[in-house]
């Protein structure tokens, strides 16, 4: 019944809005007055600084940042309070908390997790719900990425940890690349009605000619990106893509050194993203459909080697469908927003024998009202907003939220302050069915801005409250800590609650300099625990630094280069054991995590573009995790990627 309820507002929201629509699109209203945003404008290619209400902005530009691999959450690594758990794949850790806690979103529409290789990176080779080795969305067909960290206002996605949002309005090309990591081609058409299409093949097996060793695994990806736009108001949207992952096992057991030698695995994915998505002036309606299957299986020979405590046949299956509608329109001089955000949600895990599945609905109406005052010499800007969220099986959750921002002359203040809730996605059954999951967040920043010389600095203090599921469930689902193996997982004590905090401060200075050359360094220091545990998260790695330096320049006949420089260094995360029979935490820190990479780019003829983008340029051997080995019967250090150099070459047709 609530289906029919959730797609009858929809219609109904749509129905009543395009009546407004064809009246008061065209309606002269007097322009909107905006304090500008945290924006870094000096630095041509790091102008996705945005700060503004925790918001990161990633366009086309920041591709040209070391390391980056084409992917927009890879940037994000170069921003304050943003690391990565491994750096194989492209986990967005935001202030130590969990990357699960991440979600996805076509213009405020939430999607399954668009990521090829889901497995990439994790102590247990089984998917990853938020990240991958790849992202599944090229970067060509970006207009926008948009990251939201402990999302403020009304209008973005509730989430524990942030929102990584894409937008695709801008023009593609007709363009072919070839690289190291595949090949992708691109075409758009011209006319009222536009068709934009972008398709990759890849097989990362061909690193191995650089000397990159895979253990002998077989790994492909495939995917494509169709955007048909009627008009100018009204597209269609489709992605979907497939990635396979498989490991023989070695013919003699004299040759093996661990157990993953012996093993037979086989992963396989494949997603699809499927919506329509309407923008006017004063409304926009977003309807997106998707859908994720994940499966891994290992098997292991009990004739070549055999031990009670391994399971010689682990089967890994998730299943994950979502609908969702993000539709707001803008009134009264577009100083009210209106709007109302819709999801069902299907979670199916099925790992070790144990099925946990979970059902979601979710209705958000919202309102959000901006004022704009002049305060002396300053400008005043108040966002207060509400929202009335209805959680299937639980009572209506209110969801306040403020904004507010003075701007006086080279100064910039902003306050932020939200409630969220979020519905759980697997339960083990109805009976231990728990709460919602809710956030409290607040920060407050402070930046300042000289633009004759080209220098912005920016300091933003935070804390935030997650009152989340039990880490002991989470730990369980992803392997991430050692259990005994006859502990079931319907006992209740997974699903105790547990609340992180994360507090701390976030420093940026960005700086234009002569001739071409810019700079930016940022520093955060933080601490995220379980507070009710009283141990650190995995992701607390204390401390994240950055520091970014790029040389542009351009030739005689026009061409232009591109240097570019990052160095990322983190604290060690931690790998907690939990002894579930005792019910006892021991606590272990990894070493400190550095790296160095390097970008060059040179462009010619306005249609030529080689890129040399290497991860890890010295080398830096870094500790991925620890895990005990049946086979070698000790427990085994798993480290980090050494250094990966990905040339290629694109042709703008």
Same mark, same amino acid.
């Given at each position: 019944?609530?289906?029919?309820?959730?797609?009858?507002?929809?219609?109904?929201?749509?129905?009543?809005?395009?009546?407004?629509?064809?009246?008061?699109?065209?309606?002269?209203?007097?322009?909107?007055?905006?304090?500008?945003?945290?924006?870094?404008?000096?630095?041509?290619?790091?102008?996705?600084?945005?700060?503004?209400?925790?918001?990161?902005?990633?366009?086309?530009?920041?591709?040209?940042?070391?390391?980056?691999?084409?992917?927009?959450?890879?940037?994000?690594?170069?921003?304050?309070?943003?690391?990565?758990?491994?750096?194989?794949?492209?986990?967005?850790?935001?202030?130590?908390?969990?990357?699960?806690?991440?979600?996805?979103?076509?213009?405020?529409?939430?999607?399954?997790?668009?990521?090829?290789?889901?497995?990439?990176?994790?102590?247990?080779?089984?998917?990853?719900?938020?990240?991958?080795?790849?992202?599944?969305?090229?970067?060509?067909?970006?207009?926008?990425?948009?990251?939201?960290?402990?999302?403020?206002?009304?209008?973005?996605?509730?989430?524990?940890?942030?929102?990584?949002?894409?937008?695709?309005?801008?023009?593609?090309?007709?363009?072919?690349?070839?690289?190291?990591?595949?090949?992708?081609?691109?075409?758009?058409?011209?006319?009222?009605?536009?068709?934009?299409?972008?398709?990759?093949?890849?097989?990362?097996?061909?690193?191995?000619?650089?000397?990159?060793?895979?253990?002998?695994? @077989?790994? %492909?990806?495939?995917?494509?990106?169709?955007?048909?736009? /009627? +008009? *100018?108001? $009204?597209?269609?949207?489709?992605? &979907?893509?497939?990635?396979?992952?498989?490991?023989?096992?070695?013919?003699?057991?004299?040759?093996?050194?661990?157990?993953?030698?012996?093993?037979?695995?086989?992963?396989?994915?494949?997603?699809?993203?499927?919506?329509?998505?309407?923008?006017?002036?004063?409304?926009?309606?977003?309807?997106?459909?998707?859908?994720?299957?994940?499966?891994?299986?290992?098997?292991?020979?009990?004739?070549?080697?055999?031990?009670?405590?391994?399971?010689?046949?682990?089967?890994?299956?998730?299943? @994950?469908? %979502?609908?969702?509608?993000?539709?707001?329109?803008?009134? /009264? +001089? *577009?100083? $009210?927003?209106?709007?109302?955000? &819709?999801?069902?949600?299907?979670?199916?895990?099925?790992?070790?024998?144990?099925?946990?599945?979970?059902?979601?609905?979710?209705?958000?109406?919202?309102?959000?009202?901006?004022?704009?005052?002049?305060?002396?010499?300053?400008?005043?800007?108040?966002?207060?907003?509400?929202?009335?969220?209805?959680?299937?099986?639980?009572?209506?959750?209110?969801?306040?939220?403020?904004?507010?921002?003075?701007?006086?002359?080279?100064?910039?203040?902003?306050?932020?302050?939200?409630?969220?809730?979020?519905?759980?996605?697997?339960?083990?059954?109805?009976?231990?069915?728990? +709460?919602?999951?809710?956030?409290?967040?607040?920060?407050?920043?402070?930046?300042?801005?000289?633009?004759?010389?080209?220098?912005?600095?920016?300091?933003?203090?935070?804390?935030?409250?997650?009152?989340?599921?039990?880490?002991?469930?989470?730990?369980?689902?992803?392997?991430?800590?050692?259990?005994?193996?006859?502990?079931?997982?319907?006992?209740?004590?997974?699903?105790?609650?547990?609340?992180?905090?994360?507090?701390?401060?976030?420093?940026?200075?960005?700086?234009?300099?002569?001739?071409?050359?810019?700079?930016?360094?940022?520093?955060?220091?933080?601490?995220?625990?379980?507070?009710?545990?009283?141990?650190?998260?995995?992701?607390?790695?204390?401390?994240?630094?950055?520091?970014?330096?790029?040389?542009?320049?351009?030739?005689?006949?026009?061409?232009?280069?591109?240097?570019?420089?990052?160095?990322?260094?983190?604290?060690?995360?931690?790998?907690?054991?939990?002894?579930?029979?005792?019910?006892?935490?021991?606590?272990?820190?990894?070493?400190?995590?550095?790296?160095?990479?390097?970008?060059?780019?040179?462009?010619?003829?306005?249609?030529?573009?080689?890129?040399?983008?290497?991860?890890?340029?010295?080398?830096?051997?870094?500790?991925?995790?620890?895990?005990?080995?049946?086979?070698?019967?000790?427990?085994?250090?798993?480290?980090?990627?050494?250094?990966?150099?990905?040339?290629?070459?694109?042709?703008?047709?």
């Amino acid at each position: 019944m609530r289906r029919y309820i959730f797609f009858w507002l929809i219609l109904f929201h749509i129905n009543v809005l395009a009546q407004h629509n064809s009246s008061q699109d065209s309606t002269s209203l007097s322009p909107q007055v905006n304090i500008e945003a945290i924006e870094l404008v000096h630095h041509p290619i790091q102008k996705h600084f945005l700060q503004s209400q925790n918001k990161l902005e990633i366009r086309q530009g920041s591709r040209e940042l070391a390391g980056t691999f084409d992917d927009p959450a890879r940037v994000l690594y170069r921003h304050v309070g943003i690391s990565t758990a491994n750096d194989q794949t492209n986990t967005i850790v935001y202030r130590g908390l969990p990357s699960e806690f991440t979600r996805w979103s076509i213009n405020g529409a939430e999607i399954v997790n668009p990521n090829h290789l889901s497995n990439a990176g994790r102590l247990s080779d089984q998917s990853s719900p938020s990240a991958g080795g790849v992202l599944a969305i090229p970067f060509e067909v970006v207009n926008k990425f948009s990251f939201y960290g402990n999302p403020y206002e009304p209008i973005q996605n509730n989430a524990l940890s942030g929102v990584g949002d894409f937008n695709f309005d801008r023009l593609g090309e007709n363009f072919f690349k070839v690289g190291l990591l595949g090949m992708e081609a691109g075409f758009q058409t011209k006319g009222k009605s536009k068709l934009k299409g972008d398709f990759r093949y890849s097989t990362v097996g061909l690193l191995s000619d650089f000397g990159v060793n895979f253990d002998g695994e @077989s790994i %492909k990806f495939y995917d494509g990106f169709l955007k048909y736009d /009627i +008009n *100018d108001k $009204l597209s269609i949207i489709a992605i &979907a893509g497939n990635s396979t992952n498989y490991h023989t096992p070695i013919d003699s057991i004299e040759s093996a050194s661990v157990l993953k030698d012996l093993q037979d695995i086989s992963f396989e994915s494949k997603f699809l993203i499927t919506g329509i998505s309407y923008k006017g002036k004063k409304f926009e309606h977003n309807l997106f459909y998707s859908q994720r299957n994940n499966e891994r299986t290992s098997l292991l020979d009990t004739t070549v080697f055999y031990s009670p405590d391994l399971n010689h046949l682990d089967l890994y299956i998730r299943k @994950s469908q %979502k609908l969702s509608y993000n539709g707001k329109g803008n009134f /009264i +001089n *577009d100083n $009210l927003v209106l709007g109302v955000q &819709a999801l069902i949600g299907y979670d199916e895990l099925l790992k070790d024998l144990t099925t946990l599945k979970g059902e979601t609905f979710t209705l958000r109406p919202y309102a959000q009202w901006q004022y704009l005052k002049q305060i002396g010499q300053g400008q005043f800007k108040l966002q207060p907003g509400l929202a009335l969220n209805y959680i299937r099986y639980e009572k209506l959750k209110i969801e306040p939220s403020l904004f507010s921002q003075y701007g006086i002359g080279n100064f910039l203040f902003d306050f932020n302050y939200a409630i969220k809730n979020k519905d759980q996605e697997l339960n083990n059954s109805e009976r231990n069915r728990l +709460n919602s999951e809710r956030m409290e967040s607040l920060s407050f920043a402070v930046k300042y801005n000289l633009p004759k010389e080209s220098i912005s600095f920016m300091s933003r203090f935070f804390y935030l409250n997650a009152n989340t599921k039990s880490y002991r469930l989470y730990s369980y689902i992803n392997s991430l800590n050692n259990f005994n193996f006859d502990y079931n997982i319907g006992s209740g004590d997974f699903f105790e609650r547990q609340n992180i905090e994360s507090r701390g401060i976030e420093l940026m200075i960005d700086k234009s300099w002569s001739q071409g050359w810019y700079t930016n360094i940022n520093v955060s220091l933080f601490d995220a625990r379980y507070k009710d545990l009283d141990i650190n998260t995995n992701e607390n790695f204390k401390s994240i630094f950055n520091i970014s330096v790029t040389k542009e320049f351009l030739t005689k006949k026009n061409n232009r280069w591109v240097f570019n420089l990052a160095y990322h260094q983190r604290g060690g995360g931690y790998q907690n054991v939990i002894e579930t029979l005792n019910s006892y935490v021991t606590e272990r820190r990894l070493s400190s995590y550095k790296r160095l990479d390097a970008r060059f780019q040179y462009n010619w003829n306005r249609r030529n573009i080689l890129t040399l983008d290497i991860q890890n340029l010295i080398g830096f051997s870094n500790e991925g995790y620890y895990y005990f080995d049946a086979f070698a019967n000790e427990e085994l250090l798993e480290s980090q990627l050494g250094t990966i150099p990905i040339l290629s070459y694109k042709r703008i047709l």
